[in-house]
């Protein structure tokens, strides 16, 4: 196996094993004696994270060098082949040069040697004709004398030519001997740039291993990243945070919420308003303002009130949104959801909370006050009769600012931060886990002579057939 994967491996495996140490010492915190709640966050985890990290990306760089070392020895042997197929047509080039001076000589050597067979014909045809003369003593004696020196002159150049035949063929030998030395040099040169070929090829394939090789290690290094991401995200949602800070980021995220309703009277219409303070929740597609029914004009009665129209607004800062429209939550009616989209939750600018993925996880939760300012802690119990809510223990009850008496309408936050639900009275909390609605109200104009009376007498009807001790 790779170094560097081993190494990212057991650094993996190291930090699991932090996190679920992490999650044991909580355990045996809780089961003993109270500790102080420590409000900055541990650290191994993190630190674990940042190494995992870091071995990771010092894995990719030693991969890296790898390969780019093996692509510097491609190159150099690359231009080795070239230098090598360089020489080779250099040494074709002589051979060809050398054959055609060869070619040359062995026709001038031809050509000497057919002047050499004509001059030896001439002195032989001299000869006989001298000595015919002389026995015949026909011709002169100058004509004897013209004789022989035609015939020594004859024989000089057939000397000469013999000479210069002798040199030819020395020569000849010579440019044999090149020849043969340039087909061995040619040769040893193709034989060398076959065995480049070779070591290139071999080269490439390891260039091509060692790219597949980094590929598997980038795709592992994103699976490890990704589980590392997941294993940080799960200790994340499952290091606590104290009561403090939870109220803290929900003093300065929460908006104000403003109702107004317009509804007939004996002398005229009358109104009535009310003011809230509020979150804003998501399920990662939609995004709704929370808040219990009691924090709003309306009421679940029957008969229910007919109201004239209906409008409110959200504000945070110098961020207003006026409010279309209202909805009850299908699994408790006196759970109210306000829309607010995506762009105009970004333009209030605070923290939108989620839905606790697990309330369970934690033994205590966290109660904020919503008309008041006051939080505590306080253990939460799962009641089989009511699978959709949590019964406080009031016995467990902490509270740490303020006169701390739960009531209807308070927020439950997870010891993670997260949304649990909202207290639908002084016992029981109304676990929300989807923005499924019963009813909607429209708010505005638009919202004029619409059914309220007979929508709350409908709602109130639902509350009224629940449980006794959840009413």
Request: charged share 20%.
């Amino acid at each position: 196996m790779n170094r560097s994967i081993l190494i990212v491996i057991c650094d993996f495996l190291l930090v699991s094993l932090l996190a679920f140490s992490t999650v044991d010492i909580n355990k045996v915190s809780q089961s003993g004696t109270p500790q102080l709640t420590q409000s900055n966050p541990a650290t191994n985890q993190v630190t674990g994270h940042q190494d995992l990290g870091e071995v990771m990306r010092q894995a990719l760089d030693e991969e890296r060098k790898a390969h780019d070392q093996l692509l510097g020895e491609l190159t150099r042997t690359r231009a080795v082949v070239m230098q090598q197929n360089q020489q080779i047509e250099a040494t074709r080039d002589q051979l060809q040069t050398k054959e055609q001076l060869a070619a040359q000589l062995a026709a001038e050597q031809t050509n000497l040697q057919r002047q050499m067979v004509a001059a030896q014909t001439n002195i032989a045809d001299l000869n006989e004709r001298l000595h015919a003369t002389t026995v015949e003593t026909v011709i002169t004696k100058e004509q004897r004398a013209a004789m022989e020196i035609e015939a020594r002159k004859q024989t000089e150049k057939a000397a000469a030519l013999a000479e210069q035949l002798a040199q030819l063929q020395k020569t000849n030998q010579s440019m044999q001997s090149d020849r043969m030395a340039l087909q061995n040099q040619l040769q040893m040169s193709e034989a060398s740039n076959r065995s480049a070929y070779a070591q290139m090829s071999q080269l490439q394939e390891e260039v091509d291993a060692q790219r597949r090789e980094n590929v598997r290690l980038a795709e592992g290094v994103k699976v490890l990243a990704a589980k590392s991401s997941d294993l940080a995200q799960e200790i994340h949602d499952n290091r606590p945070l104290t009561p403090n800070m939870i109220f803290e980021q929900m003093s300065t995220n929460r908006v104000l919420a403003s109702f107004t309703g317009l509804k007939p009277g004996l002398f005229g219409d009358s109104s009535k308003g009310k003011q809230t303070q509020l979150i804003l929740l998501t399920d990662e597609t939609n995004t709704f303002a929370l808040c219990h029914v009691q924090d709003t004009p309306l009421t679940l009665m029957n008969p229910g009130t007919q109201w004239e129209e209906l409008s409110g607004t959200l504000m945070r800062g110098s961020v207003v949104y006026h409010i279309p429209s209202v909805s009850f939550c299908s699994m408790d009616p006196r759970m109210v959801l306000i829309p607010v989209p995506a762009g105009q939750a970004r333009a209030l600018g605070s923290k939108v909370y989620h839905f606790a993925k697990d309330p369970y996880v934690f033994q205590d939760a966290v109660v904020v006050g919503t008309r008041e300012d006051y939080y505590g802690e306080c253990k939460f119990q799962i009641d089989v009769s009511t699978p959709q809510y949590l019964k406080m223990d009031h016995n467990s009850l902490k509270g740490l600012f303020g006169k701390f008496n739960p009531s209807s309408g308070d927020l439950v936050l997870s010891k993670a931060g997260e949304l649990i639900g909202v207290m639908a009275n002084n016992n029981y909390c109304a676990v929300i886990r989807s923005f499924d609605t019963a009813a909607t109200f429209r708010f505005g104009p638009t919202g004029r002579h619409q059914p309220t009376a007979q929508t709350l007498a409908s709602l109130y009807s639902v509350v009224a057939d629940m449980p006794f001790k959840l009413q």
